[in-house]
């Protein structure tokens, strides 16, 4: 009679392991590419927030002088964001002003780098924005 071994053998062992080794992977790089997709999410609402600001203070006052100086505007403080500009969300840095060409008193170009996508590609009418193509996301005056 023979004895009936308890356990598995090194080789089922082995099995197991790498399939769970090519799981684990697979879940990090999803895991990964979805946060970097939230994050890019972030940095297009955040723009898109400072351009209603920027517009805002332009209803108000004729101009878009104060998006220069990137000073926070509401009515009472004179702040263009009452909470401040964003941040961007990896703490990569801020996002790009391009103030030297395409911030004034008509008109502005705000850009944020995006990690897992690619920005937009067209360049804006009247305003000169250098990072306009590549994985740049840029959003310039609407008047």
């Given at each position: 009679m023979k004895k009936k071994q308890k356990g598995f053998s090194l080789l089922e062992l082995l099995?197991?392991?790498s399939i769970m080794?090519?799981?684990i992977a697979l879940g990090t790089v999803a895991f990964i590419t979805v946060q970097k997709k939230g994050r890019?999410?972030?940095?297009r609402g955040d723009i898109k927030a400072m351009q209603d600001a920027f517009e805002q203070y332009k209803a108000d006052n004729t101009s878009y002088e104060a998006c220069s100086t990137m000073a926070a505007y509401?009515?009472?403080?004179g702040a263009i964001m009452p909470g401040g500009l964003p941040?961007?969300?990896k703490n990569s840095g801020s996002f790009i002003y391009n103030t030297a060409d395409g911030c004034d008193a008509t008109g502005y170009c705000v850009?944020?780098?995006l990690e897992?996508?690619?920005g937009n590609s067209s360049a804006p009418s009247g305003v000169t924005c250098d990072y306009t193509s590549g994985d740049y996301y840029c959003?310039?005056?609407?008047?």
């Open positions: 099995v197991v392991i080794g090519i799981l890019d999410s972030r940095r509401d009515s009472g403080s941040s961007d969300p850009c944020a780098y897992g996508s690619i959003l310039t005056n609407l008047q």
